[in-house]
């Protein structure tokens, strides 16, 4: 006989107890939902405010309306850089897309071999900073470039290690001149390499979802190859090829690493910004063209987000996951591609190593690691690179737990629905902030001593909130998607059993979405490790950081070196990410058991 | 009403709840006695399930109130209304084992240890789970997690218990098994409970009453018998069994002209001659008679016929009426269905419903 018919009062009573306390998570969690709200109007919504009352002010601060921007159009040579930007972006994210798909698909619908190595080498460069493909691009093709001067010519003084005065002239050569400083044509490859593979991750991830049924019906339907991979797989891949067009158009308009190192004679929005500010110190017209960037980028994210709210469920639960079926001529095609593209890939990277471990390039080229003692060149030796370590490691800590719990709140959070949803909508936009704007918009808001906040300009806090915020959205998605996952009522049974949130938050959700996590904590160290934009506008001279040290060298000549860090940044990022699977390897045995049937 | 009722544990009035400019629940007023097992019953949409989480507090009603146990939970979130709940999905904490997912509200307490671990056994052994203490919930089966569930929901002996089709994700062997077994379990800890189900059959089996739902409202409260035998209104004549709608007029006091026939009905429910009505008849409620042809007793052309194992259903028309009877195999061994063209059909007056239209 048992006897759970006859509640013991001990336990009714400390039920009670415990439903008592429970008053305080009420509060607790609009707290903790307005606290989130705080943090991003303070550091998205407010700056942003700033940033474009700036632009229609003048020097004395008067009002005038959109004057800024009629002078900007007026000036031709302002007029040409937003038309520059407009064809570099477009081109890149054409080309770039188009490659990327081609690589994805073999990767995920065919039965090509060597698939791991040749998707872990095409994503190398996400380690790498922007400005070093533009470096790399003035070894290739600069005025001592390999192509410039001759492919031949080149091999046969790395290998014989001759002067280049002693080769006599070659018979027979590769050689070509693509007028990198003067043309645009550089800066779109350039870019297209930057691009490649973030692109390739998203469009990867919108083609490995597939239904099997679908290629069957087509099958049976006796429809070609042709028709089904244009009726079936491309509507398939459709918001995944959207989503990738703007992802890739706004990191090209938006990115100033490669223009800034080899765009001299091209200008661009992104290098318009620095140089009326780092340059002319014309912070207003600075904050127009600011105004001017964002406006190409918002109009992506508003399409990106309109489409992505048509995309339905393209997967029930129902679905039978599509296995690619052996193809001699198309598997050995795709491999031959993607060989090609790799191969072009490591030539870039391997161009901006071997010019950062040769003594004079090109006329010694013997090994030598002077480049890579900081000392005695332009920026801060190695403390920029040990700030950067810092500063990357804190802005994953705290925007890991900031994204994270933020994005709790708006999932899962009770009350308050009105302004859960503003919230969401604020989270997503950080994604079309151009870095730049988002600097220039900190120094507005944060750079007056009106402003309580103003303690943090020029500290670390400030560098590690920007990036935090720069790269907020991506991380905002993942933490999303997660949670998502998630039963919905664990909250619902939760308080039925009179626990507080926290407690589950702690016990369970954490726990469960711990890949989701550590993905997200790994995608902020390796981006603040990189990132030049934001704040290339927000570092103090004694707060140095290894990326903005990339740009000084650069700008002072001192390109190997430059090339140095980039490369001493590259393998930090790989080296982090290995001991970040290693760790979490451990870590997930122990914590993930449960995963297992 | 004889004998008089006990106070009911919980009370429901005059509840209202709308999404927007959708109607989810109107004017809901409902009476539950201790003990009791009572079910939702309706179909997708009908607010079943809403009607469960505004008595759980997970959704706030427009209007109306809620009383459990003498104490006004109206406007009282969900943790500290005195409930447990087991979700259609379960909800069980992924990371946490069987043994773990029945503590969690037990250890939210600051109980002794030894306390914690002594209920967790009473129920592990309880639902039958005792050797499953130290499984994960993706190492059970769906019924073995769905029984998890019910333990975690019963752990801190909640004054109600409510089930959100708990059933319902599981195989038809399996369900049939855990319905015997969560009605016995019911029983004997005596925890007053409400089930939503959109399977009538479920409701049928484990109800002490059933109330059936449609478009946001109550359309009759009873026991299964009740609502089986005497459905109340034509949706829950139709949502509950199989039933058989013949479109007539009222002819006098206790006839109804169908078509060409005229039948006697023995409840007219006070409807007034020449009121056009839906009369309403269970298959297994018409008989065909041995004896002489009575009143009621119609000639019907057999049309099609199905086996089903313990019975035939028959698809039969008389003239320009058209029903369905389900006629018992020891009877239909007696007559050659093969054969038999015309076949007399007896509608008892008692069993057949009058509905106005």
């Known amino acids: 006989m048992t006897t759970i018919s006859t509640t013991p009062p001990s336990w009714l009573a400390a039920k009670r107890k415990a439903a008592r306390a429970l008053n305080t998570e009420v509060w607790l969690m609009r707290g903790l939902i307005l606290l989130s709200g705080a943090f991003l109007v303070t550091f998205v919504l407010l700056p942003l405010y700033e940033l474009i009352r700036r632009s229609m002010e003048n020097r004395q601060g008067e009002f005038v309306g959109l004057e800024n921007y009629l002078q900007y159009f007026s000036t031709p040579a302002l007029a040409q850089s937003f038309a520059n930007s407009l064809y570099i972006s477009a081109m890149s994210t054409l080309i770039t897309v188009t490659l990327a798909f081609v690589f994805a698909y073999a990767l995920t619908r065919t039965c090509m071999p060597f698939k791991n190595v040749l998707r872990t080498l095409a994503l190398l460069p996400i380690f790498a900073p922007s400005l070093l493909h533009g470096i790399a691009f003035i070894y290739l093709f600069g005025n001592q470039g390999i192509f410039t001067n001759g492919v031949f010519n080149f091999l046969l003084r790395l290998i014989g290690g001759y002067d280049i005065r002693a080769v006599p002239p070659l018979p027979f050569e590769i050689q070509f001149n693509i007028n990198l400083y003067k043309e645009p044509t550089g800066i779109i490859l350039a870019e297209v390499f930057y691009l490649f593979p973030h692109v390739l991750l998203i469009l990867m991830v919108a083609l490995s979802l597939a239904d099997a049924r679908l290629y069957e019906a087509a099958t049976a339907l006796r429809a070609s190859r042709w028709r089904t991979f244009l009726t079936v797989t491309l509507p398939g891949a459709r918001y995944g090829i959207i989503s990738a067009c703007f992802v890739a158009f706004t990191l090209v308009i938006t990115d100033f690493g490669i223009p800034k190192v080899i765009g001299d004679g091209v200008s661009v929005l992104a290098t318009d910004i620095y140089k009326q500010v780092i340059g002319q110190q014309n912070f207003f017209m600075g904050s127009t063209v600011s105004v001017l960037l964002l406006t190409p980028t918002i109009i992506g994210f508003a399409i990106d987000r309109f489409a992505q709210r048509r995309q339905v469920a393209m997967l029930s639960a129902r679905a039978v996951p599509y296995q690619p079926k052996p193809n001699p001529t198309l598997d050995r095609l795709m491999l031959a591609f993607c060989i090609l593209v790799v191969l072009a890939i490591l030539l870039v990277i391997g161009t901006a190593l071997i010019a950062s471990v040769v003594n004079v390039w090109p006329y010694r080229l013997e090994l030598s690691g002077r480049h890579y003692d900081f000392s005695k060149v332009a920026g801060g030796g190695l403390d920029a690179y040990w700030n950067s370590l810092r500063m990357a490691g804190l802005t994953a800590v705290f925007g890991t737990i900031i994204v994270f719990v933020s994005a709790y709140m708006i999932e899962k959070g ?79 049974v939760s308080a039925s059993l009179a626990v507080p949130f926290y407690r589950t938050f702690w016990r369970v959700t954490v726990p469960v979405s711990l890949p989701a996590i550590l993905e997200i904590g790994i995608y902020y160290f390796v981006n603040a490790l990189t990132t030049v934009s934001a704040v290339i506008f927000l570092y103090s001279a004694n707060l140095k950081l290894a990326s903005i040290m990339i740009v000084n060298m650069d700008d002072a000549g001192d390109t190997a070196p430059a090339a140095a860090m980039s490369m001493l940044l590259f393998f930090t990022g790989i080296g982090v990410r290995l001991l970040y699977e290693l760790v979490t390897r451990g870590l997930k045995q122990r914590t993930q058991v449960w995963r297992q049937r | 009403m004889d004998e008089p009722r006990p106070t009911p544990y919980l009370q429901i009035r005059h509840l209202r709840k709308t999404f927007r400019t959708f109607v989810a629940l109107e004017d809901i007023s409902l009476e539950v006695y201790p003990g009791e097992f009572i079910c939702f019953l309706g179909p997708s949409g009908c607010g079943k399930t809403t009607l469960l989480r505004c008595i759980a507090g997970l959704e706030e009603q427009d209007a109306g109130e809620i009383i459990q146990d003498g104490r006004d939970i109206s406007r009282l979130p969900a943790s500290q209304r005195d409930f447990g709940i087991v979700f259609q999905s379960y909800a069980l904490f992924p990371n946490l084992t069987a043994a773990k997912n029945i503590a969690y509200g037990l250890e939210n307490m600051k109980l002794p240890r030894a306390q914690i671990q002594a209920r967790v056994q009473e129920l592990l052994e309880l639902v039958g789970l005792s050797d499953f203490a130290h499984k994960y919930p993706a190492q059970l089966s769906g019924g073995q997690q769905q029984r998890v569930a019910l333990a975690r929901a019963l752990a801190l002996s909640p004054g109600l218990l409510l089930l959100d089709e708990p059933l319902s994700a599981l195989d038809a062997r399996v369900r049939a098994g855990l319905r015997t077994e969560l009605a016995l379990l019911q029983r004997r800890i005596g925890v007053t409970t409400i089930m939503v189900t959109h399977d009538q059959e479920e409701a049928l089996t484990l109800a002490d009453r059933i109330v059936v739902m449609d478009h946001g409202t109550i359309q009759q409260i009873g026991t299964p018998h009740e609502v089986y035998r005497y459905p109340r209104t034509p949706f829950v004549a139709n949502f509950i069994g199989e039933m058989n709608f013949l479109v007539g007029v009222v002819a006098g006091q206790g006839w109804v002209q169908c078509g060409a026939h005229q039948l006697r009905v023995s409840r007219l ?30 000639s019907a052309r057999v049309q099609h016929h199905e086996f089903l194992g313990a019975f035939y259903r028959l698809r039969l028309a008389a003239e320009e009426l058209n029903f369905i009877l389900d006629l018992p195999m020891a009877q239909a061994r007696d007559l050659d269905l093969t054969r038999q063209d015309l076949l007399p059909v007896h509608l008892p007056a008692d069993f057949l419903h009058v509905y106005p239209s």
Do not use: C, W
């Open chain 2, 269 to 298: 429910n006070g409807l007034a001659q020449g009121t056009s009505v839906k009369l309403a008849i269970r298959p297994e409620d018409i008989v065909i008679p041995t004896a002489a042809p009575a009143e009621n007793t119609l």
């Open chain 1, 414 to 492: 009770r009350g308050l629905g009105k302004t859960r949803a503003a919230l969401y909508f604020l989270s997503t936009l950080p994604v079309a902030l151009p870095g730049l704007v988002l600097g220039l918009a900190y120094i507005f808001f944060f750079n007056r001593p009106a402003n309580p906040l103003y303690f943090l300009y020029g500290t670390m806090p400030i560098l590690v909130l920007s990036t935090i915020v720069h790269f907020y959205t991506v991380s905002f998605f993942t933490a999303t998607t997660a949670l998502k996952q998630m039963d919905r009522e664990f909250e619902a």
